[in-house]
């Protein structure tokens, strides 16, 4: 059964640092592009960042420079390093493949608030 699970979330201030985790059953992130992705309340779910099979990494101009998407594959699980956080960062984040996507997972909470 495929699942995906969230985590490191939390409540940080602005300019402040996370590293949130993405570990995968079902499914071998070894061999699928995957992205983080985030949902603000009465917004639409974006994608943020993606790293390809390759190592290959893009981001949202709105997170360059800021967010480091990486992975370990031996542990199945993809990470985000979130540094100087802003408030408009504040969302539920979630991981998925960027192809063939599988159920979504519970998410984790991010909220940057002073």
Do not use: H
Request: glycine share 10%; aromatic share 10%; net charge positive.
């Amino acid at each position: 059964q495929v699942q995906l699970v969230e985590s490191g979330g939390g409540l940080v201030q602005p300019g402040g640092s996370l590293r949130l985790s993405c570990v995968a059953s079902g499914i071998i992130f070894r061999f699928n592009d995957v992205g983080w992705y985030r949902q603000a309340p009465g917004q639409q779910r974006e994608l943020v960042a993606n790293i390809a099979t390759s190592g290959y990494t893009d981001y949202a101009l709105t997170v360059k420079g800021r967010f480091t998407i990486s992975r370990d594959n031996a542990k199945n699980t993809v990470y985000l390093q979130m540094n100087s956080l802003k408030p408009e960062d504040t969302a539920v984040y979630y991981c998925n493949k960027i192809n063939r996507k599988v159920d979504w997972g519970q998410g984790t909470q991010v909220t940057v608030s002073s």
